[in-house]
């Protein structure tokens, strides 16, 4: 089991590589919107273990904070939820509890120790998983979040095995594709390329998370490159199955 030990808050160095690179992300996310266009990200992956939902906590932290945007970061992972842990939060009233209140009981995301960033968890899945997510009602949410948030990160679960991410990604405005080197199978990128078909306008990149030969630096931590994705141009990248890629020593909270 993976063991969470202290919220992102507390050791994030804002002067650390991985830092670094989430601002060049933010930096190329801001140039590519326009009249404040594509305010609503989904990150994804294709399958569990590629770092995703660390990545889409450090994207938003680093939003708030260093960019002092007002930011929510929205756990749409019921099966694997992770952002209540990696933020410090309590699972429970969230994303699940927010898509059935009446209008009377309004579920307002949590603050959090940076003032300009807000979390909603996953809630707690009441039922099957497979009937938790509410479509009709995400998008509602959303549409309010939209215009109450500067940037919206959505963490939804892995692409391949889940569907709740190809109905989400109607509803936001751009994608953001996790992988892992060395560990993500080249046939599940290739599976998510094809499951991403009817929003693959929406993609705006793929990031390259443990990516230590991308880099010309090398740290601690699991870093990640940002991979822009261009018209005509594949929106992911075959990746070796061996793990000759991977960084060692790594000491990132979660996997997932």
Do not use: W
């Not at 141009?233 to 890629?245: E, G, I, L, M």
């Amino acid at each position: 089991m993976t063991r969470f030990p202290r919220p992102l808050f507390q050791d994030l160095d804002i002067d650390a590589p991985y830092v670094t690179e989430a601002r060049r992300i933010l930096q190329v996310l801001s140039r590519l919107r326009k009249d404040g266009e594509r305010r609503v990200f989904l990150v994804t992956s294709a399958c569990g273990g590629e770092g995703k939902s660390t990545i889409c906590s450090i994207l938003a932290l680093v939003a708030a904070r260093i960019f002092r945007r007002k930011t929510l970061v929205i756990d749409g992972d019921m099966h694997r939820p992770t952002l209540h842990k990696l933020l410090g939060l309590t699972q429970y009233p969230g994303l699940f509890e927010a898509m059935r209140a009446p209008e009377s009981e309004v579920i307002a995301p949590r603050a959090t120790p940076v003032p300009t960033l807000f979390a909603l968890p996953s809630g707690v899945a009441r039922g099957p998983i497979a009937g938790a997510y509410d479509d009709a009602a995400f998008k509602t949410l959303l549409g309010k979040y939209r215009s109450a948030f500067d940037l919206v990160f959505v963490d939804a679960a892995p692409a391949v095995p889940a569907v709740e991410p190809i109905l989400m990604a109607e509803h936001v405005d751009a994608l953001l594709i996790v992988a892992m080197a060395g560990r993500t199978p080249a046939s599940l990128a290739r599976r998510l390329t094809q499951v991403l078909t009817p929003v693959k306008s929406k993609i705006a990149g793929v990031i390259l998370n443990n990516a230590s030969e991308e880099l010309p630096y090398t740290y601690d931590y699991r870093y990640y490159g940002y991979k822009p994705h261009h018209p005509g141009r594949p929106a992911t990248k075959k990746f070796p199955v061996d793990s000759s890629a991977a960084a060692s020593g790594v000491r990132t909270r979660a996997n997932s």
